[in-house]
Nanobody
Framework: QVQLVESGGGLVQAGASLRLSCAAS????????MGWFRQPPGNEREFVAA????????YYANSVKGRFTISRNNAGNTVTLQMNRLKPEDTAVYYC???????????????????WGQGTQVTVSS
């Protein structure tokens, strides 16, 4: 069973950057898709970004495209989310997740993910 642990959240001002990490342990991530989701206060969980492990392709929500970058560390089974030019509307609890689904648009749906981390809070002040 894959276990995921996020880190790197915090409180920053608008325009700043944060880097989230997701450390995976357990079975290999080969063949899986790693996703980042977020849940703003009072809202549903929403897709942020995904990376398909077998080919390294990346996918982004329109709201973060050009500001966020998802990447992987092959050696360490770690997936990172580099977030630049943060906005107050990026405030949310951020979760990493893993699924065997590797095509869009299915990868953007939380329901297809089998494994989830505990989440890390990101707060962006104006």
């Amino acid at each position: 069973q894959v276990q995921l642990v996020e880190s790197g959240g915090g409180l920053v001002q608008a325009g700043a950057s944060l880097r989230l990490s997701c450390a995976a342990s357990g079975p290999t991530l080969s063949g899986k898709t790693m996703g980042w989701f977020r849940q703003p206060p009072g809202n549903e969980r929403e897709f942020v970004a995904a990376l398909t492990w077998f080919d390294g392709n990346t996918y982004y929500a329109n709201s973060v495209k050009g500001r966020f970058t998802i990447s992987r560390n092959n050696a360490g089974n770690t997936v990172t989310l580099q977030m630049n030019r943060l906005k107050p509307e990026d405030t949310a609890v951020y979760y990493c997740a893993a699924t065997a689904v590797n095509s869009m648009p299915a990868m953007a749906r939380p329901v297809v993910y089998d494994y989830w981390g505990q989440g890390t809070q990101v707060t962006v002040s104006s």
